[in-house]
């Protein structure tokens, strides 16, 4: 006695659409309804810790960038606060770059994100980034010059930081410094 194959989907003649027609299939599923973006915040953060690691500048860039560009879409998923915990749990201290950016998207969307859970936790367990926060609330309010959080960023490739500088007066006021830039603004401009 050998037993009949039968098709996937088809059962003594009969369709799964026939049996469970509540399935939405491609043709039938709501307009409206589009599979979620995949957000690669946390992906990024890894590369990036990696690429430091093993000094390879070109693919700390591109995971620098790509990290800056997922968080900026997608600051609010859930994975932003596991993400904040790799940016700084997985590298020293005097690397900066995505830390940087972590700090900018949290001031930006701060009345937001205080309100969740995981990003609440996230803050309260890591003292550098509360002590950045607070930083960056303290001098948000102008450069020595008096201009009012006219700020443009800068971003040195001989340290791979960011930094702040006054956009009226191009003078640096936030943020880190290496010889490099310094150098480079000596005169002010």
């Known amino acids: 006695m050998s037993k009949k194959k039968v098709p996937v989907g088809i059962l003594d003649g009969e369709s799964l659409t026939t049996i469970a027609p509540e399935v939405a299939t491609p043709e039938t599923a709501p307009a409206s309804v589009a599979a979620p973006k995949p957000v690669y915040i946390i992906e990024h953060a ?5 690429a430091v690691k093993y000094q390879v500048d070109g693919l700390r860039n591109l995971a620098a960038m790509k990290f800056k560009q997922s968080v900026r ?3 609010d998923h859930d994975d932003f606060a596991h993400a904040i915990s790799i940016v700084y749990n997985s590298t020293a201290d005097n690397v900066s770059q995505l830390r940087d950016i972590t700090i900018d998207v949290i001031h930006d969307h701060f009345d937001a994100l205080k309100h969740k859970a995981e990003f609440e936790s996230a803050v ?5 980034l509360s002590y950045a926060l607070l930083k960056r609330v303290g001098t948000i309010s ?7 959080g006219e700020r443009a960023t800068k971003f040195c490739m001989g340290c791979y930081t ?5 956009a009226a007066c191009k003078k ?3 943020g880190p410094l290496c010889k490099k830039i310094l150098d480079g603004l000596g005169s002010g401009a």
């Open 172 to 174: 640096w006021k936030w």
């Open 142 to 148: 102008g450069c020595t010059n008096g201009h009012k």
């Open 124 to 128: 309260s367990s890591i003292p550098a």
């Open 73 to 75: 879409a997608s600051w």
């Open 46 to 50: 890894k590369v990036f810790a990696i």
């Open 162 to 166: 960011t930094f702040d500088i006054c």
